[in-house]
């Protein structure tokens, strides 16, 4: 069971990490401006990284007391049970990129086409349906992987 403090601690450090980019996303920071919090964005998301690895690895055998080594040696799950969850991830994660990719391309075009004859409505959302289609059968196929573990 997670403690208040793991559960509330990650979610203040996500606002604090989002609140540099917040005058950007509403348009009233100029390009400096923008550089520099950009910049202090990426790196309080790597400070972030940094402290949240320092703080799970604190809970390894050799930051553990002497009579804590026996409780903290054995690890649920294998590489290949690791291994399968990265593929998943990956599977979800590249098909919902080259979907996003593909209706950046078609979304438009069909927004051309549906503004010079309306009659092309039909033809068009079926290239914008099938760029999604894409992410959907990534997801698929993670959730086979997933079912297999």
Known sequence: MLSKLEIILPL???VLITLPLVKVFMGKANRKSTKTRLYT?????FALILFV??????????????????EVTG????????LGFIGAALTTGMSALGAGIAVAAAAPAAIGAFSENEKNFGK????V??????AIYGLLISILIINKL
């Open 124 to 127: 068009s959302l079926i290239f």
């Open 53 to 70: 690895f320092i703080w799970q690895s604190s809970s390894l055998s050799f930051f553990a007391a002497e009579g804590d080594v026996a």
């Open 41 to 45: 964005h990426v790196s309080l998301f």
């Open 75 to 82: 690890f649920a799950g294998s590489i290949a049970q690791g």
């Open 129 to 134: 349906a099938l760029g999604e289609g894409v």
């Open 12 to 14: 203040i450090l996500v």
